[in-house]
């Protein structure tokens, strides 16, 4: 993207930097990165050119994933806005596809690390009902999966594996 003298590829190269550094748990790097993303971000002017290249939507997925790490960082109350800020986006642009990255980054996920049993089930349905609409199995597995773990964390053990071994099952 440097090379280029290109920032949309600069940007997405912060947004991959930022969810692998998420993943390795190194939270502080990853914030960095993510919100370089969301500085940059115009959703009126960077939806479709990032739908272009990525198929899904880095701005959004950068505020869904910089509501992760703010969490883990101990910034609850920004995570919770930040996540709010993700959700309300991506209903506005309407691109199923990434708000199905934004329910199940930045509001089931969160949640779940919350230990908020209505919200990650609340948030569940939705992914689950988005998926099956615009007919995205893999998210809807996704969707099943958290539904269970907000069951289990409601104390309705039997239902909520019942729900991730459906989750589980219907990847195969």
């Known amino acids: 993207g440097q090379q280029a003298d290109d920032p949309l590829l600069i940007a997405l190269a912060h947004w991959c930097l930022g969810i692998v550094l998420f993943g390795l748990g190194k939270f502080t790097q990853a914030r960095f990165h993510l919100e370089e993303v969301v500085t940059f971000y115009q959703p009126q002017q960077h939806h479709r050119a990032f739908m272009i290249l990525r198929g899904i939507d880095a701005g959004l997925s950068s505020l869904a994933y910089l509501a992760l790490c703010l969490w883990c960082l101990g910034y609850h109350e920004q995570a919770l806005?930040?996540?709010r800020e993700a959700l309300d986006m991506a209903h506005a642009i309407d691109h199923s596809f990434s708000l199905a990255d934004v329910l199940r980054y930045g509001c089931c996920e969160l949640h779940k690390l919350r230990r908020d049993a209505p919200s990650l089930k609340f948030y569940s349905d939705e992914l689950i009902q988005v998926a099956q609409e615009k007919h995205f199995p893999a998210w809807r597995a996704t969707g099943i999966s958290c539904l269970g773990e907000a069951y289990i964390l409601l104390d309705q053990l039997e239902e909520g594996i019942l729900l991730i071994r459906d989750s589980v099952e219907e990847n195969l």
């Open 81 to 83: 806005k930040k996540s």
